[in-house]
């Protein structure tokens, strides 16, 4: 229970990092969608990374080499999967708020990637 408040924790973190930089890159810079939230993307890796590794699954002894592979795997998955889901939505909802189809499309990878690292990139070896 303690370590899904702990990652909904992080993952706030980490998603509001995400939502605001692809906002601010698309809306004030005129970025294209895609490259918005890929650059976004790769800066909330890092608050993602450090806080599931320290704070949500608190893993200190594993090899962190090792480990990170295994994140930056899920991640991309987890990239994936979100830019997909973004251009697509933008595509079928055109009309709607581009905000909604970044919260929608970083919710439901959220969902995804905790299972994977849960159970794939932090998953402690007994």
Do not use: D
């Not at 706030?12 to 969608?33: G, K, R």
């Not at 480990?67 to 990239?79: C, D, P, S, W, Y």
């Not at 970083?106 to 990139?121: V, Y």
């Amino acid at each position: 229970m303690f370590e899904l408040i702990r990652f909904f924790c992080v993952g706030i973190c980490a998603a509001l990092t995400h939502y605001f930089i692809v906002i601010c890159l698309y809306q004030y810079f005129s970025i294209a969608l895609s490259l918005s939230n890929f650059i976004a993307f790769c800066i909330a890796l890092w608050v993602s990374y450090f806080g599931h590794k320290y704070f949500t699954f608190r893993i200190q002894t594993q090899n962190s080499g090792h480990t990170f592979l295994k994140f930056i795997l899920v991640a991309t998955i987890g990239f994936l999967f979100n830019e997909g889901l973004l251009l697509i939505g933008h595509a079928i909802f055109h009309t709607a708020p581009i905000q909604w189809i970044v919260i929608v499309a970083i919710f439901l990878t959220a969902i995804l990637t905790f299972i994977l690292n849960k159970f794939f990139t932090f998953k402690i070896l007994e």
